[in-house]
């Protein structure tokens, strides 16, 4: 494996979070399916401009 194989740890992180809420579509769901908090799940969402109404353009776009 290569360094050009590795991405920033912060970049999985924001897509897993992502994933999670889209697929649930409800945080508290998103964070059990985690295994952590729903304050863990708004703080990372505030840090990675994550916002309810992004996350529900996508469901309707993942969910035609």
Not at 14 to 38: C, K, P
Request: charged share 25%; hydrophobic share 40%; proline share 2%.
């Amino acid at each position: 494996m290569s360094a050009a194989d590795i991405r920033p740890l912060a970049d999985v992180e924001r897509e897993t979070i992502v994933h999670a809420l889209v697929q649930t579509g409800h945080v508290e769901r998103a964070a059990v399916r985690l295994g952590i908090t729903g304050r863990t799940i708004y703080n990372k969402m505030r840090k990675y401009g994550i916002t309810l109404e992004w996350i529900h353009q996508q469901r309707k776009l993942t969910f035609r």
